[in-house]
Structures are given as C-alpha cells and as structure tokens.
C-alpha cells in the first residue's frame, strides 16, 4: 500500500494557515477589484475536489489503498478553497464566495475508466501547478502571491502522488494501464491545439447536465477562466509549453521511453494498443 507512506511525506510538509501564511504583509494599496475578483472564482473552483472526491471513492471501490489517499488529497484541496475565502474573508468580505455558489459546482460525475480519470487528474495537477505560478507572478499584492504559491506547491506534490499510483497501476495492469495513460496524456499534451485549455474542471462529465456539466460551466462567470488565462495571468505559449513538457518528461519516466513529442507518444500508444488487440484471451473466456 502506498496511503501510508504519502500520508508520512505530506503530513512532514503540510503548511498552517496561521503560521505559514503572511497575514500581517498584506499590502491593501497592491489588490486590485480585478484581481480580488479572480481569487474568489479559484476559491469556488477549488471547492470542485468535494465532487472529484466522490468520484474517486465510487469508481475506485475496488482499491482502498487509493481511496484511502482520497482522504489526505480532498483535504489538502479543500484547503486550497478555504485559504483563498480566508483572504477574501480579511480583505474582500463582500467577495467571499457564498454557500450557494461553492454547492452549485458540487454535482455527480459520470462514471469514467478509473485509469484514464487517475492520468486525467494527474495532468490536472501538473497544469494547476504552472497555472498558480503564473498567476502568483501576476498578482502584486505579497500575501496573495504567497498562497498562489504554496497552493502550487502542494499541485505539484499531489501530481507526485498520482504518479506512485500510476507506477502500481503499470505493475498490476500492465499494457491496459499503459494503453489508458497514454490515451489521457496525448489529449491532455494537447492543449495547444484546441480552443480551451484542457483541465479536469472544464470538461464534461455528465451527460444529463450537458451543457451545464462542467465545473466551468457553473461559475458566477462561466467565460472566467479563459478570461483570467489569456488576458490576466497571461498564461501564453511559453507557459504552456512547460506543462507540455512536464507530461512528457513524466510519462517517458513512466514508461520508461522518451519522448520529446505528443506525436512521439502517440505513436507508444498505438503500439500498446496493438499489442493488447493480438494479446491471447485468459484461459477460460
């Protein structure tokens, strides 16, 4: 089981949020009404781990060594939340998200391959990781850009995290695993070809909601996050290549191949797929 030792490693590095925050710095001369507006909108997107949550425990059942991380990763996302409505709280109370507004992004997922969501999720955390170091560069005012920080910071270490289990998955599961990791990571590695930047939260999952599926889609301000990517933090070419990048340099640690481009990779998974389609069946079937 892996729960234990990440409980061990994250517990050794979890920050407070009356210690390790830097309240007294805030500098009310350096927010602007524009930037304390986008706080409030990574506040209510941060709330959506409530939902990925209980997608994980369901379509996990099966792996209580996962589902047990579940209960370290839904509280160190939650927090993430919680930190930003606490600043919002001291400095823009009339911009604290209501409870209404964080429940409207709670709603059911459908069920999805467990594999391909765990990749999914971990190329989520990669991207929020660069997104936050961004937008902790774009922001002025200290404080904030402390917590966008540390936030980032714990991105990275939950994508770490995912990554363990995603070795375990290769171990057990072999080429199905692999088949389903490198499906994930060509769509995710992809971004620059498609209008939208491609994150757990702005895809559909539920096709009874469409087109109100996506944690995007029940913002305050459904165009938010586009807005706040292209004409605020500026997350430009430059950036997205780093997290291009990073899938890359991770999935080639993973399969233990390199790959310097998503066409290099897709190439892999049409070799994995082919592979599985002349695999004999188990005895039996």
């Given at each position: 089981m892996l729960y234990p030792e990440l409980f061990k490693s994250l517990e050794q590095v979890r920050w407070s949020m009356d210690k390790d925050i830097p309240w007294d710095q805030f500098d009310g001369s350096k927010l602007t009404d524009e930037q304390a507006q986008t706080i409030k909108m990574n506040a209510i997107t941060e709330w959506s781990a409530l939902p990925a949550t209980e997608m994980f425990l369901r379509d996990n059942r099966g792996d209580s060594d996962f589902c047990a991380f579940m209960s370290v990763w839904f509280f160190e996302e939650q927090k993430h939340s919680l930190v930003l409505m606490e600043y919002l709280r001291r400095f823009r109370p009339e911009l604290v998200p209501t409870e209404e507004?964080?429940?409207n992004v709670r709603f059911e997922f459908d069920p999805a391959p467990p594999?391909?969501?765990?990749?999914?999720?971990?190329c989520g955390e990669i991207r929020l990781n660069h997104w936050y170091r961004c937008?902790?560069?774009?922001?002025?005012e200290p404080v904030i850009k402390n917590i966008y920080k540390i936030i980032?910071?714990?991105e990275a270490r939950h994508g770490g995290a995912y990554l363990r289990y995603m070795k375990k998955a290769l171990t057990e599961q072999g080429d199905s695993a692999r088949?389903?990791?490198?499906?994930?990571g060509v769509l995710m590695a992809s971004a620059r070809r498609t209008e939208k930047p491609l994150h757990p939260t702005n895809l559909h999952v539920n096709q009874a909601l469409f087109p109100n599926d996506t944690v995007q889609s029940r913002l305050p301000d459904p165009e938010w996050l586009e807005a706040w990517l292209d004409n605020q933090i500026r997350f430009d070419t430059g950036w997205e290549k780093k997290v291009v990048d990073r899938i890359l340099h991770n999935v080639s640690l993973l399969f233990?191949?390199?790959f310097a481009t998503v066409q290099e990779l897709n190439r892999y998974r049409k070799e994995v797929v082919n592979r599985l389609a002349v695999a004999p069946a188990p005895q039996g079937v």
């Open positions: 507004e964080l429940h594999l391909e969501t765990l990749m999914m999720h971990f937008a902790s560069d774009w922001h002025t980032s910071q714990d088949a389903a990791f490198a499906k994930i233990d191949r390199t």
